[in-house]
């Protein structure tokens, strides 16, 4: 167990490094990594610092949160099969960052988007909290995130439907793909304390979510308030998966094959997971934020696509592994 | 001193009242067997004691705290749900954490070795709870109850499923619990284990507590006619009681 999260930290820390020194900019490894460090004049500093700095800690922010809420998720719900957009926040927050790109209002401010995606993802799990109820078990809060999912993408569509122009309904697209690149340290400023504290909302969770392995009768019974964990996850996770949404679009497939993946490597305890999982999606979105620069350097290559063809095949290698060693049924 | 009071409990799903003005006492030293035909409400019986639904009247375990509750009863549920794959000395440890204590910690040790080898588990410690066979799960989780170490023991069907040995070695535990001065209450449809093993049963048919008191007091067979529609054969033997259903009247 300690083993796997040495190799966890040891590999985020390396592929942040890795992160650093990749880039159109043609640099040595020790120079941009001393321009990172020493500052001074000239161009090198400033990329270092203004470009390759906040994309890698996004990085590590936007992925160590989704897997992080995936692992939670697939506690609460006891299903592997459970990922972050499953509450209807990431659909609800890509719909208000592309009523604001299809308004035009982009340019007016580098953080209108942000902001607008965070507005939707706040509308979102207002919305979803209302319909589930607040005593109400597992199966209302799926069928919630479900119902504002189909709403959010139904309108995303219509906005699509509506762009008065290609160049928008492409911008729009684009977007909704998914990408780090060109962000600033200011989202690195605006994504932090959203992951803190969803973080810190989700980790408090642990002890609920192993005991949730029983189920929730007997959950309650052994001292867990299924309906304040139920709202705490829900917060912790409409924040992370917002926030990240915000500052860098849709990215699938990091919560959903992250936490599968490390699963068997913690027991499969719900408490642990959540740390390996939130290393192990920092891992996983690095390494899709480096093969997007290194695969197709001059074509912009966006990082949801590449963590859904990683991450689709690497799914349907674990529902063969598992038909295998449940003889061949599929449950 | 009693570990479980009920008094006029009444539970009512939507327009449909399931039982009404239930009182019951539990006390320590005791194993309830609680019997009755499906659909009488046995289960929401349970939940409802528990607080896990709402109900009208008063149950002392549903007006404690969350916390509180977990350390005045362990509830096993009908479902034996174990949704992952964790080691079995981890499933166990579930309860000491619930108990407060710290699952490393010495009383947290001490806790889960107990109930793993009370249920004879002490050699499946590291093996994936999920995959166990059936009687295993059951016992799993009966030993996850047992490290909760509460002073009433709560169990929904325990025994269904089992091969008879485990069934007689299960209601054994949950008697040498009643003898050790904890109380159990167990639901069961094998009214001949119920006759052998529970020092007191209590019959739930028509909305209500149809008969209360030792097994010879309630299973008598206009009782049995009543609230299970069957014909009974009893005997007092020199090994204890015998009791069986014969027919349907």
Known sequence: MRLLFIILILLVAGLFVAGLTVGPADTGFTEALAALVNG??????????????????????????????????????????????????????????????????VASGTLALPFAALGGALIGVFLVLALAGAQGGSLTLILAGIAISA????LTSLVLNLSPNPFAASEIVFWMMGSLADRSIVHVGLLL????????????????????????????????SLTRLRLVLVIGVAAIVGGATAVAGAIGFVGLVVPHILRPFVGAQPSRLLWASALGGAVMLQMADILVRVILPER??????????????????LIVKTRRESGGGLA | MSVLTLDRLSVTLRTRSIFSNVSLRVAPGEFVGLIGPNGAGKTTLMRAALGLIPSTGRSSLAALTARDRARAVAWMPQSREIAWPIPVERLVALGAEAAGHSPTGRAGQTAIEAAMSRMGLTSYKGRAASRLSGGEQA???????????????????????LDPAHQISTM??????????????????????AARHCTRLVLLAEGGILADGTPAEVLTPENMARAFGVSVWHRQTGDGPIFQPLEVL
């Open chain 2, 139 to 161: 016992r799993a989780l009966i030993a996850r109850a047992l490290a909760q170490d509460t002073p009433l023991l709560m169990a929904d069907e325990p025994i269904a499923g």
């Open chain 1, 151 to 154: 709403l959010a993408g139904a």
């Open chain 1, 300 to 317: 912009d290559l966006k990082l949801g696509v590449v963590t859904a063809i990683v991450g689709a095949p690497l799914f349907l290698h």
């Open chain 1, 40 to 105: 001074g004049d000239g161009p090198l500093p400033l990329v270092m610092r203004e470009i390759r700095l906040p994309r890698a800690l996004l990085a590590v922010m936007v992925g160590a949160g989704l897997g992080l809420s995936g692992a939670a998720l697939q506690g609460y719900l006891r299903n592997p099969l459970a990922e972050p957009g499953l509450i209807g926040v990431s659909n609800a927050a890509a719909l208000g960052a592309v009523v604001v790109i299809h308004a035009g209002l």
């Open chain 2, 172 to 193: 054994e535990v949950f008697a040498a619990l009643a003898a050790e001065g904890r109380a159990a209450l167990v639901s069961l449809h094998d009214l001949g284990l």
């Open chain 1, 193 to 224: 304390p959203f992951v803190l504290v969803g973080g810190a909302m989700i980790l408090s969770l642990a002890r609920g979510l192993d005991a949730l392995t029983l189920g929730e009768d007997a959950a309650e019974t052994m001292g867990y």
